[in-house]
């Protein structure tokens, strides 16, 4: 059901690849609610991603950019703004990408060139974004912009790696940005703590699937779909979160508060049962994640 929360409401969405795309959810999401879009990814993941049918869905127009890169960045907000004629309201950052997860790299033997990589693409790319739309003034007063993330910025995840430091950077540019744009332009930057989501990158983290089983048994809610979260993103882009700012807000069914369910707990004592596990300590170290 549609309330037009975002009618007349003009924004740029990053991330988009494929329909199991955060990103992809929330365009949806945005353009039910009457906003008017422009949709962007790098050149490559347009070419190799479906955004042309996303666009035609929306109807919206597509600029190629690399969020890495300042230039493209303020090709991008100046594009958008002839597109839409003005500022732009609302802003989702929603990019992240390891190449020491793609290449299975332990955290403890780390590729440091990934690394900065890592850092560049999943959260630095946050601060250029966010840097070059308040040098340009692109944003209008009162404006929105979210960035998606997850609980390992505070919490040791198996196999997240170095994604896990990127979103802790992530989270601390929206406070710290979060802080002078909203003094100086009333914009306010908010991070979405979501619930694991298989989405294409995400199903790229080894033991994925596990994951998912494990934080559905530990969420008293259950784990946050990709379209939940659209919902939910959808609120900080209207004028009902005028006041919400520097927050990074948890989307996970109550995972990030839990400490043990019974449904996780049942599943950890009947691990413990297994005869195979008591005889392998590796087993059962992999049945407990």
Known sequence: MAY????????????????????WKIAERAHEEGAELVLTNTPLAIRMGDMDELAAKTGSQMIAADATSVTDLENLFSKAMEIFGGQIDFVLHSIGMSPNVRKK??????????????????????????????????????????????????????????M??????????????????????????????QSPTPTTAGQGVKGFSGLMDFTERMSPLGNATADECADYCITLFSDLTKKVTMQNLYHDGGFSSMGMSARAMTQYNKSLECKECQENPLNRQDAEL
Do not use: C
Not at 126 to 145: C, L, N, P, Y
């Open 105 to 162: 790299l332990p955290y403890d033997d780390i590729n440091y060139d990934f690394f900065a990589k890592t850092l560049d693409i999943s959260a630095i790319s946050f601060h250029k974004m966010i840097q070059v739309a308040k040098k340009t003034d692109a944003i209008r007063e009162w404006g929105s912009i979210v960035a998606v993330s997850y609980i390992a910025a505070q919490r040791t995840l198996f196999e997240y790696n170095d």
């Open 4 to 23: 037009n929360l975002l009618k007349g409401k003009k924004g740029i969405i990053f991330g988009a690849l494929n329909s199991n795309s955060i990103a």
């Open 164 to 193: 896990a430091d990127a979103k802790a950077v992530l989270e601390s540019i929206a406070r710290s940005f979060g802080y002078i744009y909203g003094r100086e332009k009333h914009v306010r930057i908010n991070t979405i703590s």
